[in-house]
Each structure stands twice: as C-alpha cells, then as structure tokens.
C-alpha cells in the first residue's frame, strides 16, 4: 500500500479531515479549514516530500500545500480554484469531486480563505496573507 492510499484510508480510519504520510509515519488532524496546515507549516520542512489525503481542499489550501512543498494529494472535495493551483505548482492530485468553489460554512458564499488568495499565485505570499487572516479571525 502506497504513502497516498494510507493517508486517504486515514480520512475514514481516523475521521480525520486531513492526513499526511511522510517518511512512514502518519500524521492527522480533526480541525476544519486551514488551521491544520497553518499549524503544521509552523514546523520547518514538515511537508516537504509528503503526501496528503484531505476531505476539502480550496485554492487556501492548495497554496499552503504548495508552500510547505507536498509531493502529492488527494482530496475528497477540490476547488477549481485549487487544482489550478496545484497545476500551476506542479503537484499531482487527484479527487473525488471537483465544485466551482468552496462554499463556507454558512453556505452563503465563498470560503472567506479561498476569497483572499484568488489573484495570489506565489505560494509564500499566501502563506503571509492567510497567516495574518486567520490570526485575525482569532
């Protein structure tokens, strides 16, 4: 079983919302959004190489990823938004579905994260721009 396929079993397995196999271990988080990967980029290197399974994955998201330098994804839900992205980055992915955008969490609208970062392309100004957003945000 390969590095993509454990992280994509732990988003059942572990009711994970997002996973990440790098070097044989397993790591995984149950908060929503962005916070997990903000958190986990605190970390110097902690993408780098890895792969990652995620249930939602917005243009936020794929930046961040690209930022922290994955090596591949699979995401449950994908952004047009976002696997352009990724292709611009040149990261493999694959999904289960792909929406125009990602929806928040009132279902009102466009995710507020996916919002800021539609005109952004460099991964390291995102990573700025969504820092200071969600510290804002509290």
């Known amino acids: 079983m390969n590095d993509l396929t454990r992280a994509r079993l732990a988003l059942t397995d572990k009711q994970a919302t997002c996973a990440v196999r790098k070097e044989g271990e397993l790591f995984f988080s149950q908060e929503h959004g962005i916070k997990p990967l903000l958190n986990w980029l605190e970390e110097p290197d902690f993408f780098r190489g890895a792969v990652v399974a995620d249930r939602v994955i917005g243009r936020a998201a794929a930046l961040l990823l690209a930022y922290g330098g994955i090596r591949e994804l699979y995401?449950?839900?994908?952004?047009?938004?976002?696997?352009?992205?990724?292709e611009e980055h040149q990261i493999p992915f694959a999904y289960g579905e792909k929406v125009p955008y990602i929806i928040n969490r009132a279902k009102t609208g466009m995710c507020p994260m996916e919002r800021r970062v539609l005109e952004v392309s460099d991964p390291s100004a995102a990573y700025e721009v969504l820092k200071a957003a969600a510290a804002s945000m509290g």
């Open 75 to 86: 995401a449950q839900v994908i952004s047009e938004h976002a696997a352009r992205a990724l």
